[in-house]
């Protein structure tokens, strides 16, 4: 039996003419992958109207103290994902990677957010540049992983692009009309640094290169006034580079997220090793524009067990939206940027950093990310927990904590995002 999509009564059959231009014309706005403009498509329109209707079960406006969660389907539905990568993920500044990966001329690194595939690389100048990792020839994926290159040459049919990303080489091009080579070169994305970090501006729609120049309002756009408080927390001091780690989740990448929001709601019961180390009664939460600093003092070991203290004085957790935490506590800081894969799974790149006085104290690193690694398996537990029960007919929606407002502003942040 074949189902039809019921249209809404609203849309008569000239506005509904009309919408799906709209929608047609607009396509990298809405999300192509539940929006491929299909010519009289009702159904198009009403899985436009099913999101939006989604968006609007959370209320932004009614305080913590009386809101209700998101539903459940923010979290489940393969639809919903589709729609937030293009509105949340696509047009805002995202950290990417950290400087070091590109420290010296001819460094690239490569990874890839929802369907846009980068490369970040240094030219010979000294100047960082990114671009989609894609030739311009017949789309073949131009570089992989990271490592130092004069050039960049397709694996597939051999054309050539400099590191400013111009066109080069065209193999076996002879003859063709019309054809240019500064006309073909590699598609620009907006770069930027600031202190450790890697940010690109993702675009769906290709940008030219005047398009890309930077303005300088980085800062501004990316962390606001919290800027401030982030370098007097040290977020932005020299440290050394440790080493990356990466979990695989089979959890809403929202999920990762609001589990790091909670206030450290969940510490006492999950984390009982972290806990001996924090005085989670300092517990407290400040709120900027697209940011959220949640710090709490520590209960300092030094003197106990050899001395060892990988916390210190006090931790400073900060949440970046939409999808990167920086945490800085005693000498270390460590970074988590959570990529989704999916409305169930998601990726976390854990980047650690340290006291440049402490790089060479091999037993001092290999206990402290032996005490980190069991944090994150503990929260691994916790994340694939909750996606089976946000799946369970058995939950919509729930209530917030007075402890949980970096959740809350995190879903607010979404629903500005999202709404239509």
């Known amino acids: 039996m074949v189902t039809t999509a019921t249209v809404p009564e609203f849309l008569t059959p000239t506005t509904l003419k009309s919408t799906i231009r709209f929608i047609n014309s607009h ?8 929006l491929d403009p299909i010519p009289n498509s009702s159904s198009r329109i009403f899985a436009v109207s099913e ?3 989604l968006v609007t079960e959370f209320d932004p406006e009614i305080p913590l103290e009386r809101a209700s969660t998101p539903p459940s389907s923010w979290y489940t539905d393969p639809r919903f994902y589709s729609f937030e990568l293009d509105r949340v993920f696509y047009g805002g500044w995202q950290v990417v990677g950290f400087s070091e990966q590109i420290k010296d001329n001819r460094d690239f690194f490569t990874g890839r957010l929802g369907d846009v595939e980068f490369v970040v690389c240094r030219d010979d100048n000294g100047m960082i540049h990114a671009f989609h990792n894609v030739c311009s020839h017949h789309a073949s994926i131009l570089a992989s992983g990271n490592g130092k290159k004069s050039c960049f040459v ?6 050539t692009y400099s590191l400013s990303g111009s066109l080069v080489k065209a193999t076996r091009m002879t003859g063709i009309e019309n054809f240019a080579l500064n006309e073909m070169g590699l598609k620009p994305l907006r770069v930027a640094a600031w202190g450790p970090f890697v940010l690109l501006k993702m675009t769906k ?12 309002v980085v800062e501004t756009e990316w962390l606001g006034t919290s800027a401030g408080r982030l370098s007097q927390g040290g977020v932005d001091s020299q440290l050394s580079f440790i080493c990356r780690r990466e979990y695989t989740i089979d959890c809403n990448w929202k999920v990762f997220c609001d589990n790091y929001l909670d206030g450290g709601y969940h510490v006492p019961y999950a984390h009982k090793g972290l806990m001996s180390g924090l005085n989670l009664e300092s517990y407290s939460t400040t709120i900027f524009e697209r940011v959220s600093i949640q710090e709490c003092g520590g209960n300092s070991k030094a003197g106990e067990e050899g001395g060892f203290d990988r916390l210190g004085s006090r931790a400073l957790y900060a949440f970046v939206y939409p999808n990167f935490m920086i945490n800085r506590y005693g000498p270390w800081m460590d970074t988590n940027l959570v990529i989704p894969l999916g409305s169930r799974k998601c990726k976390v790149v854990f980047d650690y950093f340290l006291d ?6 091999e037993a001092f690193i290999k206990r402290s990310l032996e005490e980190s690694e069991r944090v994150q398996m503990e929260d691994v ?5 909750v996606q089976r029960g946000l799946e369970s007919v058995a939950y919509d929606k729930g209530r917030y904590a007075l402890v949980e407002k970096a959740m ?3 879903h607010c942040l979404l629903h500005q995002n ?3």
């Open 27 to 34: 396509r990298q706005f809405f999300g192509r992958r539940f």
């Open 51 to 53: 999101i939006s209707k």
């Open 154 to 159: 397709c694996p597939y049919h051999g054309w």
């Open 205 to 216: 729609t290709p940008l030219s290169q005047e398009e890309v120049e930077t303005d300088g």
């Open 356 to 361: 440049p006085c402490l790089k060479d104290d």
């Open 381 to 385: 537990v916790l994340c694939e927990s």
């Open 408 to 410: 809350h502003h995190f």
């Open 418 to 420: 999202l709404k239509l």
